[in-house]
């Protein structure tokens, strides 16, 4: 029987681990697919406060689990497809691997938010290796001297455009308005790059293959004309934003109409069973900082040692 689980190991769970484990709680991370959370596919974390020359987000997050390990917190790599609350309060969880169920007094869930697609004929047979990609981080630099495209318009896709121009000798930037939602300084950056061309109001409809089986083309649909366009590119980056990662936990903590947690009115991680919080991208659709997500990742730490005693 654990004192507590943390469920992710992003900013949010990776912070609760820290005030956990400082608490003496002896806090359980269980890490998901990406340990580190999506930080770790961002190349210059420029806003987190501390870092006046910008740090690289899987750096970010090693840091925060060192700190989180030094106070005595413990990883184990798992996947949860269940969770049961006994009659007693007690969390059990059911993990997709053959073994035990985990149990724990306090849940802490911050199991951030995964790459939105498209589910456009070519995305799915060519992701993974053959040029569709959803981080520009890990696979930038396959795309030396090649043209690629990368969809949407947020601070994501002004980030990635910006970054693969570091390889790629053009980066189509396909966005479905003729506005960026970018904040204005990512905007104005990735506007200014000579290597960058906007493609507006264009909707991609398919990516095509090559004779091996890589992209070789992406097609977009103009949303005013209507016309289809051929755009002659070696990848396509999606970035057109996340889904919450909240579907094995819908039988105790409510979700809303996009999936995302629904906490206590008031309360960022209070949830309506005793016992759970919620912190990170899981639970907000709104802010989905860095920064944020560890400040809800504190407040759930705090509200589980209190729940707790
Ligand atoms: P986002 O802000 O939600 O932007 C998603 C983009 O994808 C939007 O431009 C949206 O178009 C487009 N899109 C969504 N669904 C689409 C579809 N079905 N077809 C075509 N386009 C679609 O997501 P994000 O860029 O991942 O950013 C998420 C949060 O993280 C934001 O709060 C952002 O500020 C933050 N962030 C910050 C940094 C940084 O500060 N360094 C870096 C990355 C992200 P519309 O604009 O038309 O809706």
């Not at 596919?41 to 060192?66: A, C, H, Y």
């Not at 939105?116 to 890990?138: D, H, Q």
């Amino acid at each position: 029987m654990e004192n507590v689980i943390i469920i992710g190991s992003g900013c949010a769970g990776l912070t609760a681990a820290i005030y956990c484990a400082r608490a003496n709680l002896k806090p359980l991370v269980v890490e998901g697919k990406l340990p580190g959370g999506q930080i770790t596919t961002t190349s210059d974390v420029e806003n987190f406060p501390g870092f006046p020359e910008g740090i690289n987000g899987f750096d970010l997050t090693w840091k925060m689990r060192q700190q989180a390990e030094k106070f005595g917190t413990r990883f184990q790599g798992a996947h949860i497809k269940d969770v049961e609350v006994t009659s007693k309060g007690i969390k059990r969880l059911i993990l997709t691997e053959q073994c035990e169920p985990m149990q724990t007094r306090a849940l802490i869930i911050a199991t951030g938010a995964s790459p939105r697609m498209l589910g456009i004929p070519g995305e799915k047979e060519m992701f993974g290796g053959k040029g569709v990609s959803t981080c520009a981080t890990c696979d930038g630099a396959f795309f030396h001297e090649k043209t690629v495209a990368v969809l949407g318009g947020g601070d994501s896709a002004a980030e990635e455009a910006h970054f693969l121009t570091r390889f790629a000798k053009k980066v189509y930037l396909v966005h479905r308005r003729d506005q960026l939602r970018a904040s204005k300084i990512m905007a104005e950056r990735v506007l200014a790059n000579k290597k960058i061309e906007p493609v507006w109001n264009a909707n991609a409809t398919a990516i095509l293959p090559n004779a091996e089986g890589h992209v070789k083309a992406l097609i977009v649909k103009d949303t005013l004309s209507q016309q289809l366009r051929e755009l002659a590119v070696d990848g396509v980056f999606y970035a057109i934003g996340h889904h919450p990662n909240t579907e094995p936990f819908g039988n105790v903590v409510p979700r809303d109409e996009n999936g995302y947690f629904v906490t206590l009115t008031d309360s960022q991680v209070l949830t309506k069973t005793p016992g759970v919080f919620v912190a990170g991208d899981c639970a907000d659709n709104n802010y989905r900082q860095a920064i944020t997500a560890s400040g809800m990742g504190c407040q759930a730490a705090i509200e589980a040692e209190r729940w707790l005693v």
